[in-house]
C-alpha cells in the first residue's frame, strides 16, 4: 500500500481528456515536487512530468502536471490508443525516501 | 543518448545475495548525477531501491536499507546492486536509472529495459 494514492484505472474515448489523481500528504507531495511516468506494457517506465508541470524534451504538450497542497493531477488531452499504459505519480516522502503511488491504468476505448 | 543496461543472474536462492551490474553508455558516470535502482513485482508496481552518486555517496530506501549495498565503479562507468537474504517476495524486474534529483526527489529520467529477477530454489 503506498503513501501516494492513485485512483486503479481510469478510461475516456479517443480524443477525450483524462486526468489522473496522486494524493498524499504533508510529508510527500506537500514540500516536495511531483514527477510521471508513462510504462507502456512490457516496457521500461518513462518520465512523462517532472518538477509537477516541466515536460522532458520530446513529451508533447498533451500531456500536463499540476500539483495543489497534498496532491498532484496529470493530464492527458486529444487521448490516443497509444496512450494505454499504466501511469505512476513519484516524489520524496520524509519518512520513506523516494516513493511511486501505485499505478493507474489508462483505458482509451 | 544516455543508455543503461542491467545485468546478472536471473534465477537467485532463497537466502542467498542478489547482485546486479548497469552499465551505462552516453555519459560518464565521473560527470555528475545520482545513479539508482528501483524494481516492480510482477504485476505490481514501482519500489525506489536506493541511489549512489558519482563519489560513492549513498541513500537508500528504509525497508530496505539493512540488506542493501549499492556501489559504483566509475572506471567501468557502471554501478551494482547487491541484496542479501532474499526472499521469494523480492522477485521483481530491477531496473536501474539515472537519479536527476538526488535526495528530496524522485526523478529518473533515462531507464534500462530491466531485468526479470526471481528468487526460487
Known amino acids: 500500500q503506498s503513501v501516494l494514492t492513485q485512483p486503479p484505472s481510469v478510461s475516456a474515448a479517443p480524443g477525450q481528456k483524462v486526468t489522473i489523481s496522486c494524493s498524499g500528504s504533508?510529508?510527500?507531495?506537500?514540500?516536495?515536487?511531483v514527477s510521471w511516468y508513462q510504462q507502456l506494457p512490457g516496457t521500461a517506465p518513462k518520465l512523462l512530468i517532472y518538477?509537477?508541470?516541466k515536460r522532458p524534451s520530446g513529451i508533447p504538450d498533451r500531456f500536463s502536471g499540476s500539483k495543489s497542497g497534498t496532491s498532484a493531477t496529470l493530464g492527458i488531452t486529444g487521448l490516443q490508443t497509444g496512450d494505454e499504459a499504466d501511469y505512476y505519480c513519484?516524489?520524496?516522502?520524509?519518512?520513506?525516501?523516494?516513493?511511486f503511488g501505485g499505478g493507474t491504468k489508462l483505458t482509451v476505448l | 543518448q544516455v543508455q543503461l543496461q542491467e545485468s546478472g543472474p536471473g534465477l537467485v536462492k532463497p537466502s542467498e545475495t542478489l547482485s546486479l551490474t548497469c552499465a551505462v553508455s552516453?555519459?560518464?558516470?565521473?560527470?555528475?548525477?545520482?545513479w539508482g535502482w528501483i524494481r516492480q513485482p510482477p504485476g505490481k508496481g514501482l519500489e525506489w531501491i536506493g541511489s549512489?552518486?558519482?563519489?560513492?555517496?549513498?541513500y537508500y530506501n528504509p525497508s530496505l536499507k539493512s540488506r542493501v549495498t549499492i556501489s559504483v565503479d566509475t572506471s567501468k562507468n557502471q554501478f551494482s546492486l547487491k541484496l542479501s537474504s532474499v526472499t521469494a517476495a523480492d522477485t521483481a524486474v530491477y531496473y536501474c536509472?539515472?537519479?536527476?534529483?538526488?535526495?528530496?526527489?524522485?526523478?529518473?529520467?533515462?531507464w534500462g529495459q530491466g531485468t526479470l529477477v526471481t528468487v526460487s530454489s
Open positions: 536509472a539515472r537519479d536527476l534529483g538526488g535526495e528530496l526527489s524522485c526523478l529518473f529520467d533515462y
Open positions: 552516453g555519459y560518464s558516470i565521473s560527470s555528475g548525477y545520482y
Open positions: 549512489i552518486y558519482h563519489s560513492g555517496s549513498t
Open positions: 504533508s510529508s510527500n507531495i506537500g514540500n516536495n515536487y
Open positions: 518538477d509537477n508541470n
Open positions: 513519484g516524489t520524496w516522502d520524509s519518512s520513506l525516501g523516494g516513493v
